[in-house]
């Protein structure tokens, strides 16, 4: 039995959540965001399309409105919420979703997504999960619309679910390399049948209570792939790269304590994080990781034709990579001090 069906069958017993009672501010902004307009292009109608939207959040006022209006066309919206402070309930509520209040164990795990996939009474067999700062096209909609109305062609991937490309946006700019394109991810996935590994069992990493790293693991085969991309807004500036960076080099610190176990095995030959893995797992070992990482990135992986956002990205790219190695540096002396002499 594999660790994520483990997980499977060792939650099932737990409660059913209930969804947050709807919040009075609701119905006023409801007239402010005009929850049935749509983007420009061409798109199913509201609610048409039998998929459920799993968006996890915290303190997403920001963003929030205009990534439900790029899946409104879904059966479902679902938010999970880690206790905000901002309008971001009421207003993914005036959006027409369902919230659900997820609560953090300090031992690491659950985190947001998994505990969602698990637990949240799903009324559709398809979820598609997106963060907050993330914009479905209408392109990669009707793909969607194809794969969970059993339209889409078979034989990709054992079709309980769907590798999905993004588009990072970096200075108002969109990063075509610089490694970061293409990005793969398992988005779309049959919720009984896909759970997030975990990588290594160390507790509380400090980098947050949402997947970041981590990635799905089908029990049931491998993924297919779907051709067209969604948007990924994560870093409108730079103090939010900075800020996030900050906690996920902590998670590379016990990634690397961890010997980066996980389900993904690193394979040269295999899928798009196999072979991610494979070439950290020897980069690990390398000497001036920082300064082999931006040249990897900004040389290597063609950052320089990004022009100057390209140059900045891998600039943080290979700070991010000090500041791993140093906590990672960090954890080890710290546990070596208090190591019983």
Same mark, same amino acid.
């Given at each position: 039995m594999?660790? =994520?069906?483990?997980?499977m069958s060792s939650q099932s017993a737990a409660p059913t959540p209930q969804a947050v009672p709807r919040d009075a501010r609701a119905d006023a902004l409801q007239n402010e965001v005009?929850?049935?307009?749509?983007?420009?292009?061409?798109?199913?109608?509201?609610?048409?399309?039998?998929?459920?939207?799993?968006?996890?959040?915290?303190?997403?006022?920001k963003n929030i409105v205009e990534c439900i209006r790029h899946v409104r066309w879904a059966q479902h919206v679902t938010v999970i919420d880690s206790q905000s402070t901002d309008d971001t309930i009421p207003l993914a509520q005036a959006m027409g979703a369902e919230v659900y209040q997820f609560h953090y164990s300090k031992s690491g795990w659950p985190k947001k997504k998994n505990w969602a996939l698990e637990h949240v009474p799903w009324k559709t067999q398809w979820v598609l999960i997106m963060d907050a700062d993330e914009h479905m096209t209408p392109e990669l909609t009707e793909e969607v619309r194809q794969v969970v109305t059993g339209q889409y062609p078979a034989g990709n991937g054992c079709g309980d679910g769907y590798w999905l490309n993004r588009r990072f946006m970096f200075m108002n700019r969109w990063i075509?390399?610089?490694?970061?394109?293409?990005?793969?991810?398992?988005?779309?996935?049959?919720?009984?049948?896909?759970?997030?590994?975990?990588?290594?069992?160390?507790? +509380?990493?400090?980098?947050?209570?949402?997947?970041?790293?981590?990635?799905?693991?089908?029990?049931?085969?491998?993924?297919?792939?779907?051709?067209?991309?969604?948007?990924?807004? =994560?870093?409108?500036?730079?103090?939010?790269?900075?800020?996030?960076?900050?906690?996920?080099s902590t998670w590379e610190a016990h990634a690397m304590?961890?010997? +980066?176990?996980?389900?993904?095995?690193?394979?040269?030959?295999?899928?798009?994080?196999?072979?991610?893995?494979?070439?950290? =797992?020897?980069?690990?070992?390398?000497?001036?990781r920082p300064t082999l990482r931006f040249l990897y990135s900004y040389v290597l992986k063609g950052g320089m034709l990004d022009g100057y956002p390209g140059f900045v990205f891998c600039r943080l790219l290979a700070f991010y990579e000090f500041l791993s190695v140093a906590k990672h540096q960090e954890m080890q002396a710290q546990r070596h001090k208090a190591a019983p002499r």
């Open positions: 594999s660790a =994520a069906t483990s997980t005009h929850p049935d307009q749509f983007p420009p292009g061409r798109w199913p109608a509201v609610g048409s399309v039998p998929v459920s939207v799993l968006i996890p959040v915290r303190n997403e006022q075509k390399h610089c490694g970061y394109y293409p990005s793969w991810n398992v988005r779309l996935v049959k919720h009984t049948v896909g759970r997030y590994e975990r990588i290594g069992t160390l507790g +509380d990493t400090g980098s947050g209570d949402n997947e970041v790293h981590e990635h799905i693991v089908l029990s049931t085969g491998e993924a297919g792939y779907l051709t067209h991309d969604f948007l990924h807004y =994560a870093y409108p500036d730079i103090a939010t790269w900075v800020e996030k960076h900050n906690r996920y304590e961890a010997g +980066d176990a996980g389900e993904v095995e690193p394979s040269l030959f295999g899928g798009p994080i196999a072979r991610r893995r494979w070439l950290k =797992a020897r980069s690990r070992h390398m000497p001036l």
